[in-house]
């Protein structure tokens, strides 16, 4: 069984990309088609899709601001779209059942809002995959995305603590304490090196999380949340959340092809889920409206409502709560299966192209903006400078510094993490927020004076979009950038690109170039 599981979700992933769609596409597929040859899955699939869910919370948690949860944007996007998504089920609900449509006769107000309550969820897993993906976690929308996200996972954790009857421990007050070893796991992951000791300490600290939390009563995913939380303003958080990214992408496989394993639907369930996920729009449109409503941009909340155009894994446990205590027929369990299912595919296919649509309507989209902005929103001037450095990353901070040593106070940093642009600015780094791949801030500053574009950005495809934007507004500098691969240099030089560093290739160049000296000839 295991190899013929790992075997379909291979072919399924593989065959998936090669149409330029979302891996994760293809892993639900495999698990309704290995459901439907009468495969059952084991202990080792849910052992991976529990490692998965767990490793995911714990790397949000690494870079996860906890002050951004407070933020008015985040609280009141979050409630608000919650409850009217939650009204406008229960009253679609009451219209299909007094229609007579299948699965809807019969339901009443309670059960109504429960499916209400179910679908109000967006996918944690699916939302933080696509933003991985396109390396715009730190963006302002990514970061809103997963605060709101986050809320949600408290809700649905606080709903499941009471449903089931089973209150928490009275030593779950302890966990209060938890902050005050901060210093203790502190040394630890300083003492841990760079190795595979880091790794392991990864390992332990987020199942140690989770076993702390699920032995007083409370959810373990939401320890090892908790847990990377109070590591996440340590040196090495951001070094051990990529050292983690590769493991919890396997793991996260058997999450997805768990899903298909929950039941087989019927046509009839099929209709259902159709309707629940046409609906999508609708919830996005109402987040976007909410977002722009209190002061966020256009852009940023059209990605933000994108990002989180899906329903949530907790919509299943809601589901089957709700199941246990006979409050709703166990057909809805395979219903909401199939539609968070569905709303992964659409969510995967349209995040894809949500930088080409908000060029697409970005018109209609900025109408809905307020006059006033939120000070994370407002543009700032690369003022005096002739070079742009986009990344300010380990490659893009280097090359900041050495063109500094030659220009001077010519020499602007770009990055799209405002945390990491502090701290490069009390360092006397001359380094400004803002999302490179936003068409706004291109035709906010004046490119005039800027003769030089260094692209020092991890994703290649980040790379290529900023390429067309800074094209479309009119700058006639050269570019340079970097590869990891040689079909992404390519990419980038077919895209009009200056010159292309390859890192991996010309690494033994750089170092001869800086050991040549020690042979003492001239």
Known sequence: MDYIWVAVAFV?????????????????????GLHALGFEPDELLETLADLGVTLLLFTIGLKLNIRSLFKTEVWVGAAGQMSVVVLLTILSCLIFASLGLAYFSGLDLQTAALIGFAVSFSSTVCAVQVLEEKGEVKARHGQIAIAILIIQDIVAVIFVTFATGEAPSWWAL???????????????????????VLLLAGFFLAFSGAELFKAVGLEAHLGALVMAALLSGHGKSIELAKSLLSFKDIFLIGFFLSIGFTALPTVEMLGVALIMAIALPVKAGLLFILLTSLKVRGRTAFLTALNLANYSEFGLIVC???????LLSKEW???????????FIFSSIINMKAHVLYVRWSRYINRFERLERLPEDSFSQPKGASVLVLG???VGTGA???????????VCGVDVDRGRVASLCDTGRNVIAADAEDPNFWTHIQLDTINLIM????????????IKQIQHAGYKGKIAGIARYRDEEKALLEAGINVVFNFYAKAGTGLADESIHLLGRK
Do not use: W
């Open 455 to 466: 692209l020092a950005m991890p994703n290649y495809l980040d790379a290529l979009e900023v």
């Open 320 to 326: 089957s709560v709700s199941v246990m205590h006979g």
């Open 392 to 394: 300010m990353g380990r």
């Open 12 to 32: 399924c992933g593989f065959l998936v990309k090669q149409i330029n769609l979302p891996p994760l596409v293809g892993y639900l597929a495999a698990g309704f």
């Open 400 to 410: 900041y510094d050495s063109m500094q040593e030659s220009l001077k106070n010519e």
């Open 174 to 196: 302890s966990l209060l304490a938890l902050p005050l070893f901060r210093p203790l796991l502190f040394k630890l992951l300083a003492r841990s090196g760079h190795g595979e």
């Open 333 to 343: 369990l395979v219903i909401m299966a199939l539609t968070v299912s569905l709303s």
